[in-house]
């Protein structure tokens, strides 16, 4: 029965059938791959002797294990030439779109597909990637999946799935200058709990998020997964359709007015109905920087980090454990903590916007010294339009290593790590132990704006004071 939201009109729209189990067999519109999760899921397809089903609604590209300096083939890790190689036999023999390394458009998953239009309102997503959360920002029901389901998708297009929860998330007001989507989103973790979204889809609403660029939206929706919601969304609106006007694979001439129109019929109905409905107000969010490791540990600028019996009881057997890895003291300011590596990428803040914000506070500044900061873009055509836009040479100026795109240090499943318990103010999704490249490095997430204060002062710090 569907309530009226977007979640329900979409989940409706592709149900093939209501499986004996009660699962929902689900049409997946479009299904993205990469080098980390599809080479198995090619292999049983092979086993079995099927064939992709629907190559034209399969698009791959290559982004986590992508070098971001000496990018010569055969690589230098041989395990990262392999898995290209694997990719690029897998897309050849199935007749699959693969936008590879000097393609012009190869980078992050989630970077490429929206900046195509291939990501469009009122469709399924699915992804052997968790940030596959990230198309939600428009209007699509995005959601990531494992190995096993990738070969699902492969061979039948579709999955058998169970209809989730829709909770509202609403938040209301202009943000705080030097506040940006991804302190908003950390807010949202921090409040709800890094498990609060399971069994539920999440619904931005509200006018910050209505305020917000289709690439800031996007990063809101990248880490809904962050906050244990399998998928997050915004209800399509103008700034969608303008975003997605004249792209590469979006409709054109009669077809694009029909398909406004039905964009448009599938946001949700004022009247809908949600499982539960959380609200917050947008004045309240300060810069946000996590301390812990999870998403969910994250504080304001000029909080302390949390003592234990400020935290509810749940949560302090993990803060223990995060106070002693990150080598933090309970009770102590997190602004002035010293940092080794400044990264500024990934799939929530690697887009065109971010790097025009952090140049903006690069110009006319220098990473401290001994500091190593680095700017990797989410996709080549990213990288092209900051160098068009001599955003590379602001950041070579002010001390930035200037890269090539890719996954990079989100997740250091390339040559880009932390060394021993290095500690890095990272402009990624996730803080988790070892995350990035070191078993025990340690991560600091916050906005590319505040990467850029920390690598300008080698210390935590308030981007709102960086003269
Ligand atoms: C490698 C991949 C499966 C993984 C994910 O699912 O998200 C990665 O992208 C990540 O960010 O941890
Ligand atoms: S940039 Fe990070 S979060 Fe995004 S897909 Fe790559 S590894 Fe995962």
């Keep these: 029965m569907s309530k009226g939201t977007l979640f329900d009109k979409v989940w409706d729209t592709h149900t093939v059938q209501i499986l004996p189990s009660g699962q929902t067999q689900l049409f997946i519109g479009l299904h993205l791959i990469h080098e980390v999760t599809s080479p198995q899921a090619f292999a049983m397809l092979r086993e079995r002797g099927l064939k992709v089903m629907y190559p034209d609604r399969t698009v791959a590209t290559v ?103 829709v909770r509202k998330i609403e938040v209301n007001g202009k943000l705080q200058p030097g ?15 890094v498990k609060g979204g399971v069994g539920y889809a999440y619904e931005y609403a509200g006018t910050t998020f209505t305020n917000m660029s289709m690439e800031e939206r996007m990063t809101v929706c990248n880490m809904a997964i962050e906050g244990g919601a399998r998928c997050g969304y915004i209800n399509p609106d103008d700034v969608t359709f303008d975003y ?125 010294n001994g500091v190593k900061a680095f700017v990797v873009p989410g996709s080549e055509r990213v990288k092209v339009q900051a160098e068009t836009e001599g955003l590379d040479k602001i950041f070579v100026e002010a001390g930035f290593e200037w890269r090539e795109a890719g996954c990079s240090m989100c997740l250091a499943m390339n040559p880009d790590k932390l060394q021993g ?23 600091l997430l916050m906005s590319p704006a505040m990467v850029v204060a920390a690598a300008v002062n080698g210390q935590v710090s308030d981007v709102r004071e960086l003269s």
């Design 179 to 193: 506040v940006y989507a991804k302190d908003v989103v950390l807010h949202i973790i921090r409040k709800l709990g």
């Design 63 to 165: 982004d986590h294990i992508v070098p971001t300096e000496n990018q010569a083939r055969p690589f230098v890790d041989t395990l990262a030439e392999e898995m290209i190689q694997a990719l690029e036999n897998s897309t050849k023999d199935n007749g699959i779109r693969f936008y590879n390394i000097g393609s012009g458009s190869q980078g992050v998953v989630h970077v490429i597909a929206p900046e195509q239009g291939l990501t469009q309102p009122g469709m399924t997503i699915a992804c052997g990637d968790s940030h596959t959360s990230t198309h939600g920002a428009f209007g699509a029901i995005a959601f990531g999946i494992g190995t096993s389901q990738v070969r699902d998708v492969l061979a039948s297009q579709t999955l058998a799935l169970s209809k989730l929860k």
């Design 244 to 368: 997605l006007k004249g792209r590469d694979f979006a409709p054109t001439g009669e077809k694009w007015e029909k398909a406004v129109s039905w964009w448009r019929g599938m946001a949700s109905d004022a009247d809908a109905e949600y499982d539960d409905i959380v609200t917050f107000d947008a004045a309240e969010i300060e810069p946000t920087v996590t301390w812990g490791i999870t998403p969910g540990q994250g504080i304001g600028i000029s909080e302390p980090v949390p003592t234990p019996d400020s935290l509810p009881e749940g949560d302090r057997a993990i803060a223990q454990e995060a106070y002693s890895y990150m080598q933090l003291s309970p009770g102590s300011p997190i602004k002035g903590t010293k940092v080794d590596v400044c990264f500024i990428g990934s799939c929530t803040n690697g887009r065109i916007s971010d790097l025009r914000e952090a140049a903006k506070f690069a110009q006319g500044h220098h990473v401290a």
């Design 421 to 443: 318990d290095q500690i890095s103010a990272s402009s990624s999704n996730r803080n988790f132990k070892g995350r990035q490249g070191s078993s025990t490095g340690r991560t």
